[in-house]
């Protein structure tokens, strides 16, 4: 028996089912058609990103040709010296030619650099980069684009640290030591240690010196640490003297000192002398011991070739040396401050070639004192020498790589380099 009319369902429900099979198939179709594109657009656009930052790359590995054959046309000379801010006006990008399917330019700036702080850390100094832009242009637009910036830099500004802290007993021939016994006396080491030693038993003494209840004073501890040069041995204290001294002779001559550069004999003054200020530091060189006393203020190097005692504390910015091996603390030591370092050491040893005499500190008072380590002060005192001079000294402080500016030994290094974003158009605009 026949249904016509169920035949004709069935019938119309099979072609509906075709149709729609066949609509998903053609759906299925054109989206693997579509992703296919879009795949392969990808994949056109990531060789070409890929293009255009080898092009950047290579830039980037020729920073420093490109460098040195530009450094001529540099728009600010000061870029890269200590304390300069940069400059905001840059010269124009150069075409530097192809590199594969990609064209290359660059371009030189600088910026000033916020790190570390002044206190205690590196002294700011402004920094010198390269860019490099790899490109890829297609019907005159720019389709692909690639930065790399690099920080250019000297591996080595100069000679390593002295080693020394806020108050510095280098040798390891301690003598006696009697710290203040007062909660106003303080030592900081301004993120070091407040008092270094040449070793563990001058440290020892050192720290018998001071009062258990009043070890916190000492901001750094008291930590033993080999020195540097020049403090390492007699002889290179030696040569740093005399280095100093020609120094202090030269600036008496000229007629530039405050108070005066160079004593040929011991000095006692009680007055109110100013050797030099923190924005015209100098060189101050005494052939013998030296007493202060009264408002004696200074800033720069204080070289004393015999004891030293300050009546007070001394109101001084930069390095302190004495060569008698005693520091004396005498009526209590109040008013002013130190801000740089103290460095204790006895050059009269019963060898003088091979060997320190006895260093001390000694103390006649209740103490009223800040002793601070400071980096800015002591650069600034190493800056008044000359080139031997600041060959055989510099201040155990972070300097980090230098800029390409800087004087100083060292091979030129990619510091740092890092793919650019907007290569900084707050400064330089987006051209």
Known sequence: ???????????????????????????????????????????????????????????????????????????????????????????????????????????????????????????????????????????????????????????????????????????????????????????????????????????????EGIRDNRIGNYIGGVITTAPGAPWASPVTVEDFRANVEA????????????????????????????????????ITYIHGNASFGGNISGAGIMFVNGALSWNGTPNFKGLIVTLGGSFTIDGGGTGGDHAGSVVVINTEGEDVVLDFGESSFYNNGGGTALYEFNCDALWAAHALLDAAGQVMWSPECETGPGSPHEAGPGELIIASWRE????????FGSN
């Open 247 to 282: 120094a202090a002779q030269e600036a008496q001559i000229g007629g530039v000192c405050q108070g005066f550069c160079y004593s040929a004999s011991s000095v006692i003054d009680n007055g109110n002398t100013v050797f030099g200020t923190v924005g015209y530091p100098q």
């Open 1 to 207: 028996m026949t249904f016509p009319g169920n035949l004709s369902n069935q019938q119309g429900v099979a072609m509906l089912l075709s149709l729609l099979t066949l609509l998903m198939l053609t759906m299925l179709g054109v989206s693997s058609f579509h992703n296919s594109h879009l795949q392969e657009r990808s994949a056109g656009n990531m060789r070409l990103q890929t293009v255009a930052f080898e092009a950047a790359a290579a830039g980037a590995n020729n920073a420093i040709n490109f460098y040195d054959s530009h450094k001529g046309s540099a728009p600010d000379e000061l870029c890269g010296t200590l304390n300069h801010d940069g400059w905001d006006n840059p010269t124009g990008w150069i075409d530097m030619g192809s590199v594969g399917e990609a064209s290359l330019k660059q371009r030189m700036y600088c910026l000033a650099d916020e790190y570390p702080d002044a206190e205690g850390g590196r002294p700011l100094r402004s920094q010198l980069f390269v860019l490099s832009r790899g490109a890829v242009t297609a019907g005159g637009n720019v389709v692909s684009q690639r930065d790399i910036e690099v920080r250019l830099a000297v591996g080595d500004i100069g000679a390593a640290g002295d080693g020394c802290g806020a108050i510095c007993f280098p040798s390891c021939n301690p003598g006696v030591f009697d710290f203040p016994n007062s909660n106003s006396f303080e030592v900081d080491g301004n993120g070091g240690p407040a008092i270094t030693g040449g070793c563990d038993a001058m440290t020892d003494e050192i720290r």
């Open 420 to 427: 650019n974003i907007g290569w900084r158009e707050e400064f």
